[in-house]
């Protein structure tokens, strides 16, 4: 029988993930001995990842630990991991919460996820499965007679039959032209540059006020940086603060069923507005009364004023807003998937940072953090940011935002977050692939592809067996940065895979 050869490009989470999956799918089809597996990852290293090789104790996931698993249909695995490694984890885990409810370093899931790696390398061994694991950059996928050209930065290209694109998390390419300059540092991770080239009484700038900028604010903060540290973003909204324990909260308006009905009643999918009607009345069921939604924007408020009232809200087990999002977790995808392209980018436009900011808070012990920061005067947050540039003579970055205000910097670091639209990665085999049409863009971010087998979708150059996942699928999924929807999505192309092999 022909062997079949089935290529993973990224060994960080989501690489493993699917290695994993893959290995459970074709042993139990029996189909593993007549198939090999090409893992391709450029670090030295499996499963760490950029997010994940960090070595910041301030450096935290944003999901507690029993949402973390790495295995399709088993969410708690990580937390499970944590209690049998509790003697040697307690310093890792950040919080008074449970196990089950912490929110660990990354550092620590790091070792989680190599740890599976070498777990399913050596299982692979002991079920005859051939597994070959290359450290190199793919660099470009070309179509060749039905099958897949690997082409490789320094070994030989690869052949193989399928391919599972999982490169992890994109770099931005905005902002390169200050790429030349030793005080610019264009992503958050690794956090090296930053420590190692910001003097600590310096004052630092940073680009964006989300979850990327609390991590280079933790950077600085964990190395016993001591200088005024200043964000700088469009909007100015900083990530609201996750509650101690979740809330069980039961929805009676916004839910699939409601969304549903609009379907078959009206005979078309759902629009924005109708959909922010029914959070509207959820929210004003929750706390019992109407609400003034005028008075609930945030933009034009000081920041450290509304961390301070976000920590008392998540200290007193979150509001309306957040414990009705968080408890779309398992459905949102789908009313997600429900909508047209230009609802979604409605969405984005109208609702899109606030859905980040409250959806994707950051843990509490954090958010002290920053509060004392702010209280000793050492952050501010500025907006809306207009325009950056470098000033040769004086050797500083100009920062102009709010009314014609101007603000000097020595040093810049870029926390404008992942790129979600694929021109604005900074991936050489992602722009390989854009340009060779193998990949097209989908118009609210990210590629095209069939989200219901995670197949690539290319009307310029079609073919088969290209399968994606993670933040690359950012536009036509939602919860592309929750391991949980990753794992599930790589389940999905793994039983795709395995039925045509």
Not at 55 to 73: E, K, R, V, W, Y
Not at 163 to 186: H, M
Not at 418 to 445: D, F
């Amino acid at each position: 029988m022909e062997e079949t050869t089935v290529g993973i490009i990224g060994g960080g989470a989501c690489g493993v993930a699917a290695l994993a999956e893959l290995m459970v799918q074709l042993k139990i089809t029996g189909k593993h001995k007549t198939t090999q597996i090409l893992l391709i990852e450029r670090r030295s290293e499996l499963g760490v990842g950029l997010a994940f090789s960090t070595d910041q104790p301030g450096h935290l996931l944003n999901t507690q630990a029993d949402l973390m698993g790495i295995h399709s249909f088993e969410p708690k695995h990580f937390s499970t991991w944590l209690k049998n490694h509790e003697e040697d984890v307690t310093h890792e885990v950040k919080g008074e919460n449970t196990l089950d409810d912490s929110y660990t370093t990354r550092r620590l899931y790091g070792d989680y996820i190599h740890e599976q790696a070498k777990y399913y390398l050596n299982e692979a061994k002991e079920i005859g499965l051939n597994i070959e694991v290359i450290h190199d950059e793919a660099i470009d996928l070309i179509p060749e007679n039905g099958h897949w050209k690997i082409e490789l930065a320094n070994e030989p290209s690869r052949n193989v039959d399928h391919v599972i694109l999982v490169p992890g998390t994109p770099k931005p390419n905005n902002f390169s032209e200050f790429d030349e300059l030793d005080s610019y540092f264009g992503f958050p991770w690794p956090s090296e540059p930053i420590i190692n080239g910001t003097p600590k009484d310096a004052d630092v700038s940073i680009l964006g006020s989300s979850l990327s900028a609390i991590d280079a604010i933790m950077t600085l903060a964990d190395s016993g940086h001591h200088g005024k540290i200043s964000l700088f973003s469009l909007d100015g909204l900083m990530p609201r603060v996750q509650p101690k324990e979740e809330s069980s909260y039961e929805r009676k308006f916004l839910t699939l069923a409601c969304a549903h009905q609009i379907r078959r009643t009206a005979w078309r999918q759902p629009k924005i507005k109708e959909l922010f009607r029914l959070f509207q009345q959820e929210a004003e069921h929750y706390i019992g009364h109407s609400i003034d939604w005028k008075k609930t924007g945030r933009k034009g408020i000081p920041a450290q004023q509304l961390l301070a009232e976000d920590i008392g809200i998540a200290e007193n087990g979150g509001d309306a807003f957040i414990n009705i999002l968080y408890s779309l977790r398992y459905e949102a995808s789908q009313i997600w998937e429900w909508l047209s392209v230009d609802e979604k980018q409605r969405f984005k436009k109208w609702l899109g940072s606030y859905w980040t900011i409250t959806r994707h808070g950051m843990p509490l012990v954090n958010a002290k953090r920053l509060n004392e920061l702010f209280k000793d005067g050492k952050l501010e947050v500025n907006s809306p940011m207009h325009e950056v540039t470098y000033d040769d003579a004086k050797k500083k970055f100009v920062l102009e935002y709010g009314d014609g205000k101007r603000h000097e910097a020595s040093y810049l670091i870029n926390a404008t977050g992942p790129a979600t639209k694929i021109e604005k990665m900074k991936s050489t085999l992602m722009q390989n692939l854009l340009k060779s049409g193998v990949i097209e863009t989908y118009p609210v971010g990210g590629i095209h592809i069939d989200p219901d087998k995670m197949e690539v979708i290319s009307s310029k150059k079609p073919h088969k067996n290209l399968y994606a996942a993670g933040h690359i699928c950012n536009g036509i999924l939602l919860d592309v940065n929750a391991v949980w929807f990753n794992v599930k999505s790589i389940s999905t192309l793994c039983k795709h895979i395995t039925k045509n092999i």
